[in-house]
C-alpha cells in the first residue's frame, strides 16, 4: 500500500552487493606462514642473546 503511493521507495541496492560480484572464499585474507629452518633458528636466538647482552638496565 504504502510503495503504491510512492510513499516507501525500494532501494535499488541489493542487500550483498559485493557477494553479487565476487566470491566468498576472495572476502577473506589467508595468513602467510613461514617456518624457520634449523639455521635460521639458531641465528635468531645468537641474536637475541646479543641484544640481552648489550642491553643496558635503568630502573
Not at 14 to 38: D, G, H, M, Q, W
Not at 45 to 50: G, R, S
Request: aromatic residues 10%; without cysteine.
Amino acid at each position: 500500500m504504502l510503495k503504491e503511493q510512492d510513499v516507501i521507495n525500494i532501494n535499488p541496492v541489493p542487500k550483498n552487493p559485493l557477494r553479487k560480484f565476487f566470491r566468498i572464499e576472495e572476502f577473506s585474507i589467508i595468513p602467510e606462514k613461514y617456518v624457520f629452518t634449523a639455521e635460521e633458528v639458531v641465528k635468531i636466538k645468537q641474536e637475541i642473546v646479543l641484544e640481552l647482552a648489550n642491553l643496558q638496565i635503568d630502573f
